[in-house]
């Protein structure tokens, strides 16, 4: 059971806030570096349910700064049916998956992807859409971030490679996650049914979701179009080593 201590509070509102600042720098897919910050005061399970609302109303807000204009429609025609698909099988098969594999397999594949870029330069190579790809693209997504709010690398795995400008990258990868959020909040409710104590930490969080989102808005204006692709990418090494670090401590524990 939660603890609703001022010590919960502060961190987790310092938690959501993260995550906040990056969904209005960078357009989504990097939640799961907040959460680290969440597993100080609760365990995971109830930080995805503390988590799954307030990605909703973040991404209704982050709609003001990443308007239609940004997004990429060529991309998310292939890419929401294989999220939508992947939410889907992440909900039936969440209590059955081994988490622990997947944040290992889904670390590995990222940071082999980054290695290449780095490899080849860590320039931005622009590559053809593959329709193909971006359905594939858009399962992994969908099922890793049901299973563990980490839908990110298999988005920016596709996304990064076509060169995007970088509003249309974050606004894409924002208008993504916010059709992938809003369809698994439910099931996480169903599936965490939170108490009246994570209800009334998710209100005294909700302050947070304007100020970390217009911060990392103006972030975003302050990058050039090479900053924010090297950024994008570090990120992705951060969120590699922490599934990393999840799927291993997990085995080991």
Same mark, same amino acid.
């Given at each position: 059971?939660?603890?609703?201590? *001022?010590? =919960?509070?502060? *961190? ?32 995971? *399970? =109830? ?88 359905? =594939? ?101 951060? =969120? ?14």
């Amino acid at each position: 059971m939660l603890d609703l201590t *001022v010590a =919960t509070i502060l *961190v987790a509102f310092a938690g959501v806030f993260l995550i906040c600042v990056l969904r209005g720098a960078f357009g989504g897919g990097f939640a799961i570096i907040g959460i680290p910050l969440l597993s100080l005061v609760m365990d995971p *399970v =109830t930080a995805g349910g503390l988590l799954a609302p307030l990605f909703v109303a973040t991404d209704l807000f982050a709609l003001r700064y990443w308007k239609p204009s940004t997004w990429s429609r060529p991309d998310l025609l292939p890419l929401l049916p294989g999220l939508l698909v992947g939410i889907g099988l992440g909900y039936l098969l969440f209590r059955y998956l081994d988490h622990r594999a997947i944040a290992i397999v889904m670390a590995a594949v990222t940071l082999l992807f980054v290695g290449l870029w780095f490899v080849k330069g860590a320039t931005v190579t622009v590559r053809p859409r593959s329709t193909p790809k971006a359905i =594939t693209a858009g399962l992994a997504s969908g099922m890793t971030t049901m299973v563990a709010h980490s839908g990110g690398p298999p988005l920016a795995m596709y996304l990064l490679p076509l060169g995007l400008s970088k509003a249309v990258y974050a606004g894409t990868t924002s208008l993504f996650f916010t059709v992938g959020n809003a369809t698994k909040a439910v099931p996480w409710l169903l599936l965490v049914q939170p108490t009246t104590q994570v209800w009334t930490l998710m209100a005294l969080c909700l302050p947070a979701i304007p100020a970390g989102v217009w911060l990392g808005w103006r972030l975003h204006g302050r990058l050039d179009q090479r900053q924010t692709y090297r950024a994008c990418y570090g990120l992705l090494v951060v =969120t590699a080593l922490k599934l990393l670090w999840d799927g291993v401590s997990g085995y080991l524990a």
